[in-house]
């Protein structure tokens, strides 16, 4: 009987308290709801090991135009949800697949790069915990580390090379400690506490963004305007390759292919008697090439003065021959 009495009395504590709860829920729903129609630019933000101050930091630098907000992901999909079957705005639901482990939005109506940069400034170090997975290379550097000789031992299980100097342990080498994606031991973290090294950093990390219903990665986010103009005109090029290995007329190949087909026509007036505008002046020219040689000499005053330097050169060049042959010939005589 007692059993059944503290159950039916937890029961009507639950029911006293639920309209607290839905009343919570409820204000939930009409922010998210609020945030939604009123921003169509959101970062979807990791949070892992951000403290309670560095968040708040956070709130305040990007006040003004942003807005963060957090929650449990459950309720999250939930509003989202309910959002768009009220509106049949079926676009932010893409957002619901980017609810995973410990996130949150970022409404913001700023430019999205500048306000991810703007997140870089609140990054804050901090030491190697036993058991995390490492976001980076770990790597000891070489220098005295200001421990004394009895701590040598300490070095050495990790197998990092040291010597006393004055009196002091100094690194050799230096030596990468844990790799990236490998779990933070006990003697890391107690190596790396010693030297006071902090090699880890956290903050709100960007892990995807919305963008007026489009979801795409961060990294899109530093390509410039000359990256863009360098990827489409290799498109383009790729286009026009295309086109023309097929024969297939487009807008990127159609200036190739008027080229290609002048040639064409060109070839054919030349090799026969038929002719159009385009084509007299290259007959003419090969009727008579010293009309050709004329216009690229610039004059025909200056071919025959060109002419007339080359024989002198000439001239010159054989004079300096026959000397050198006749020298040749007297020292070869006087060993005759």
């Known amino acids: 009987m007692n059993t059944i009495r503290r159950k039916q009395e937890i029961k009507q504590a639950k029911m006293v308290l639920n309209p607290a709860k839905r009343e919570k829920k409820s204000q939930y729903d009409q922010k998210i709801c609020r945030l939604l129609d009123e921003y169509h630019q959101i970062l979807v933000v990791a949070a892992d090991n951000v403290g309670s101050k560095q968040m708040q930091n956070i709130r305040k630098g990007l006040r003004g135009d942003s807005v963060i907000l957090m929650g449990k992901n459950t309720m999250m999909k939930r509003s ?23 996130v949150g939005f970022i409404f913001t109506k700023g430019d ?28 000891v550097p070489p220098g005295n580390t200001g421990l004394d000789p009895s701590q040598t031992s300490f070095f050495q299980v990790l197998n990092i090379p040291t010597k006393i100097n004055k009196g002091t342990v100094e690194i050799v080498t230096a030596v990468e400690l844990v790799k990236k994606g490998e779990k933070v031991g006990s003697s890391e973290a107690a190596l790396l506490s010693k030297l006071g090294i902090k090699p880890f950093s956290y903050g709100l990390a960007v892990v995807s963004v919305y963008d007026n219903g489009t979801v795409f990665s961060p990294e899109v986010l ?34 190739h292919m008027f080229i290609h087909a002048y040639k064409n026509a060109l070839a054919f007036a030349v090799a026969t008697e038929y002719t159009f505008p385009q084509a007299e002046k290259v007959k003419e020219y090969l009727k008579d090439p010293s009309k050709f040689a004329v216009a690229v000499g610039g004059g025909g005053a200056a071919a025959p003065a060109d002419s007339g330097a080359a024989k002198e050169e000439k001239v010159e060049e054989a004079k300096k021959e026959e000397s050198e042959e006749s020298d040749e010939d007297l020292v070869a005589g006087l060993f005759d």
């Open 80 to 102: 989202i949800r309910i959002h768009a079957e009220n509106t049949g705005n079926n676009a932010i639901k893409n957002l619901i697949p980017l609810l995973a482990g410990n």
């Open 112 to 139: 999205l790069k500048e306000v991810r940069e703007e997140l870089g400034k609140y990054k804050v170090g901090a030491p190697a915990r036993v058991g995390l997975v490492a976001p980076i290379d770990v790597v």
């Open 222 to 255: 530093d390509l410039t305007e000359d990256d863009l103009m360098e990827k489409f005109a290799g498109w383009l090029s790729n286009v026009a390759s295309l086109s023309l290995a097929i024969s297939f007329p487009t807008l990127a190949a159609a200036p």
